[in-house]
């Protein structure tokens, strides 16, 4: 049974169009996250959510909107996506204390 | 602002020659020191915390070690199994902060 798992894991989209990316998380955890690794490997965080409340936005552009509809829950919607955009995103979870952080396997997206 | 530094980026072994990987990091109140594994195509796997200064853990090949400044992974005679990119990461009072890892090729 997969602890964190996110979908779609490819995904190829053309420049202007919207995509979402979904995360679920079955370890009972409060506290989820969203990654982004770059093409060197740098892992950045980008949003993380506690018991569905949005508690850290790093600077990332307005056309990225995460939503929480529960705790188990952390989806990731990119508005008229951009050649930049491309990277692999990570979802996680952890609990509260964040002393472990559990990742998904990692969307791959590609914009064209 | 917090940061973590790996060296080397790569390192290239003959199976059963151990080695070691650095981890330099400044952080505002240190919560944790991480590390974790990433396979290709996978997401990073969980391997340890470190909270304090001389703290030590040891997992099958692996040990990692913690001072005030750096924390040491040491690969004792590894396979080519252990080949993967290694992660740091500290935890601040609010986020943690990844490195760009090293990448260990463990040769037969």
């Known amino acids: 049974d997969t602890a964190v798992s996110q979908t779609p894991k490819y995904l190829v989209t053309q420049m202007g169009n919207d995509k979402s990316i979904k995360c679920e998380q079955n370890?009972?955890?409060?506290?989820m996250y969203w990654y982004k690794q770059d093409s060197k490997k740098f892992l950045k965080i980008m949003f993380s959510?506690?018991?569905?409340?949005?508690?850290i936005n790093e600077t990332v552009p307005n056309r990225f909107s995460p939503k929480s509809p529960d705790k188990a829950h952390l989806n990731l919607h990119i508005n008229s996506l951009e050649l930049g955009d491309s990277a692999v995103y990570f979802c996680?979870?952890?609990?509260?204390?964040?002393?472990?952080?559990?990742f998904g396997e990692g969307s791959w997206l590609t914009v064209v | 602002e917090d940061q973590v530094t790996q060296s080397p980026e790569a390192l290239r072994l003959q199976e059963g020659e151990s080695s070691s990987l650095n981890c330099s990091y400044t952080v505002s109140g240190l919560r944790g020191l991480f590390w974790y594994r990433q396979d290709p195509g996978k997401g990073p796997e969980f391997l340890f915390t470190?909270?304090?200064a001389g703290e030590e853990k040891e997992k099958e090949r692996l040990k990692a070690t913690l001072t005030k400044k750096e924390s040491f992974l040491h690969i004792t005679a590894p396979k080519p199994e252990d080949s993967a990119t290694y992660l740091c990461a500290v935890r601040g009072y609010q986020k943690v902060t990844f490195g760009t890892g090293t990448k260990l090729q463990v040769i037969p």
């Open positions: 370890l009972g955890h409060d506290t």
């Open positions: 470190l909270y304090s």
């Open positions: 959510y506690n018991n569905k409340e949005l508690i």
């Open positions: 996680a979870s952890s609990s509260t204390s964040g002393n472990t952080i559990y």
